[in-house]
């Protein structure tokens, strides 16, 4: 059971290029989620979606964008990454509002 | 909105000894709070949870308690060993679910062998 995973783990881009990462979890969860982990601060989320075809806004959803089209995917893109997008990103994935969430091993993204 | 506070931000404790990490939380509306262990290189893993209704929560060495009314909950490490060191993260959560949860800032325990 492979649970969520992440890709890529590592990523250098530079300014002005675009990416996407991809989150796929085979629980069968409904619940998806961005998160950003910045030095210092706690996880921030970015989008979520409650099911598939569902999107919506976090904390800090400027300068990204996602896409549900399946409930086991859950992508994240970067139109036109900026240094402030360095970060580590984790995808995480619950049965429920408020039960367990299972997070990815990250993806770890410069941009210079 | 919710402001969850962390404390120590980094922590050393000789193995075998116990540990306890502290946060704060200002929504009375959070009503879940799970601890989340992040080793290096990986992603945060639940560890463990406690919700409203409950003052305290145990698992083996670990424990959780929580104070609705001065609003803190805290993690208890009890005879720590090296591979407990890691960030540890507290977090709070409203009834709206992961949404709109709040991470605390992660304590950095290292258990000295």
């Known amino acids: 059971n492979a649970g969520v995973t992440q890709t890529p783990k590592f990523r250098v881009l530079k300014t002005g290029q675009s990416m996407t990462l991809l989150c796929a979890q085979d629980?069968?969860?409904?619940?998806m989620y961005w998160y950003r982990q910045d030095p210092g601060m706690g996880l921030r989320l970015i989008h979520y979606?409650?099911?598939?075809?569902?999107?919506a806004k976090g904390e800090v959803p400027d300068g990204y964008n996602v896409s549900r089209l399946k409930k086991q995917n859950f992508l994240l893109g970067l139109e036109s990454a900026a240094p402030s997008q360095t970060s580590v990103y984790f995808c995480?994935?619950?049965?429920?509002?408020?039960?367990?969430?299972?997070f990815g091993q990250g993806t770890r993204l410069t941009v210079v | 909105g919710e402001n969850v506070e962390q404390h120590p931000s980094t922590l050393s404790v000789q193995e075998g000894d116990s540990a306890v990490i502290k946060c704060t939380y200002s929504?009375?509306?959070?009503?879940?709070f799970p601890w989340y262990k992040q080793e290096l290189g990986k992603g945060p893993q639940l560890i463990i949870d406690?919700?409203?209704?409950?003052g305290e929560k145990k698992d083996q060495r670990i424990a959780v308690t929580l104070n609705k009314t001065a609003k803190h909950f805290s993690l208890h490490i009890t005879e720590t060993q090296p591979e407990d060191s890691a960030v540890y993260f507290c977090?709070?959560?409203?009834?709206?679910?992961?949404?709109?949860?709040?991470f605390g800032t992660g304590t950095k325990l290292q258990v000295i062998p």
């Open positions: 629980m069968n969860h409904e619940y």
């Open positions: 977090a709070a959560i409203p009834s709206g679910g992961y949404q709109k949860v709040t």
């Open positions: 406690i919700r409203s209704n409950v």
């Open positions: 929504d009375s509306a959070s009503n879940y």
């Open positions: 979606s409650v099911g598939e075809g569902t999107t």
């Open positions: 995480a994935s619950s049965s429920d509002l408020n039960t367990e969430a299972f």
